[in-house]
């Protein structure tokens, strides 16, 4: 599985030229006008894994093939999109199919940049966005809680939406509901509001470090541990350096990783997800899958028969594969183990499945 990420914002907050920097790309027109971005653009990015190439040259493997994240360049929204404002019904459409949302929001000065606003503000800025997508949720719900369309929602989903309902009707927080309805339910649900959430803070260069008053004053107010603090401008700078320029420049400026990382790692551990292994001669590869993912379902992500026909799964962990040098020695020294329908695999496995054609 791959999952999405959508970047949204009010215009000119650098969704566009961070969009580019993440995926490396120049897909997305950046233009100090709003609505630049009208429709999506969509860009894929290999993720990151040092243990990838530590397996490969075990098993000399032909070929390394990372999994794969998307990110989705959102067109910019105002006050007034769950009405139709700007290009709202269209932004909000998209977001609708993202598994996660990257709230990106205005943390720096500039007379260069238009803002829609009159100055610089990041908490109203994100109340802006997350009021509007509530607006469109209530629009949503109230339409669904109709008498005519009641008959096509399931009993579980209108006890959802009326709960939705009665928490923005009081002004509480929908996240209740993740304490009485499991993730795959609630996701059916197409509630803009619940969607996992990263908050990014776009600063200049001189902040990129240690942040600035307008970082602080958001992350005083929401959850630091879902705040990322990048420069989109200095993620541009380091995709046009080579490994040993971009280390060079990253130390100098003191980054530690680049924001494609962060929103990697943020974007996993929000989605709560893992990742296993496939190993041998002709090639090495991940996979992404859910937290306490069940072998069968694990074998399915490579392929519907491998899910269908499981016998057992070859298991060694990332750890003891490295140990042993491959499959032969990790059998030899007991390290692999015969997992069956049940086991939930870890992340970091490596495994070899076995399955009834």
């Known amino acids: 599985m791959s999952f999405k990420c959508g970047i949204v914002g009010l215009p000119n907050v650098g969704k566009s030229t961070l969009f580019n920097a993440l995926t490396n ?6 233009a100090n006008f709003p609505f630049c971005t009208i429709d999506p653009n969509i860009g894929v990015v290999s993720v990151p894994d040092n243990r990838l190439e ?7 493997s ?25 290009l709202g019904n269209k932004f909000l459409s998209h977001i609708r199919e993202v598994d996660a949302i990257i709230h990106l ?36 719900i109230q339409k669904r809680l109709e008498k005519n369309n009641k008959k096509n929602v399931s009993e579980e989903q209108l006890e959802i939406l009326k709960i939705a309902l009665d928490c923005i009707n009081s002004n509480k927080d929908l996240s209740v509901l993740k ?3 499991n993730k795959k339910i609630l996701n059916q649900s197409g509630l803009l509001s619940l969607k996992p959430k990263i908050y990014v803070c776009n600063v200049d260069e001189q902040s990129v ?15 630091i541990s879902n705040t990322l603090i990048i420069s ?8 046009e350096l080579n490994n040993s320029e971009r280390k060079n420049y990253m130390d100098m400026i003191g980054l530690k990783e680049t924001g494609l990382n962060m929103l990697i790692q943020q974007g996993y551990k929000i989605l709560e997800l893992d990742t296993f292994f496939t190993s041998g001669p002709e090639e090495t590869r991940a996979w992404t899958i859910q937290k306490n993912c069940l ?26 594969f490295i140990a042993n040098e491959g499959w032969n020695n990790s059998k030899i020294n007991g390290k692999m183990r015969l997992e069956g329908k049940e086991y939930i695999v870890k992340d970091g496995d490596v495994l070899n499945f076995r399955f009834n054609t």
């Not at 790309?25 to 950046?30: D, L, R, T, V």
């Not at 999994?67 to 007034?80: E, N, R």
């Not at 989109?232 to 995709?239: F, G, K, L, P, S």
């Open 25 to 30: 790309s120049n897909k997305a027109q950046a």
């Open 105 to 140: 929001i205005r943390c720096f000065d500039s007379d260069d940049i238009q803002n829609v606003n009159p100055n610089v503000d990041p908490i109203r800025d994100l109340e802006i966005i997350e009021t509007e997508m509530m607006l469109a949720d209530l629009e949503s």
């Open 209 to 223: 470090k240690n942040g600035n008053d307008y970082t602080r004053s958001f992350i005083e107010k929401y959850d």
């Open 295 to 320: 072998a069968p379902k694990a074998a399915g992500e490579i392929h519907t028969d491998f899910e269908k026909g499981f016998i057992r799964a070859e298991t060694v962990s990332y750890e003891d």
């Open 54 to 60: 530590n397996l490969g040259k075990i098993s000399k």
């Open 62 to 86: 032909k070929k390394i093939i990372n999994t794969t994240i998307s990110f989705v360049d959102i067109a910019g929204l105002v006050k007034g999109a769950s009405k139709g404002e700007g």
């Open 179 to 181: 304490t009485q309805f």
């Open 232 to 239: 989109a401008d200095i993620e541009n700078q380091i995709n």
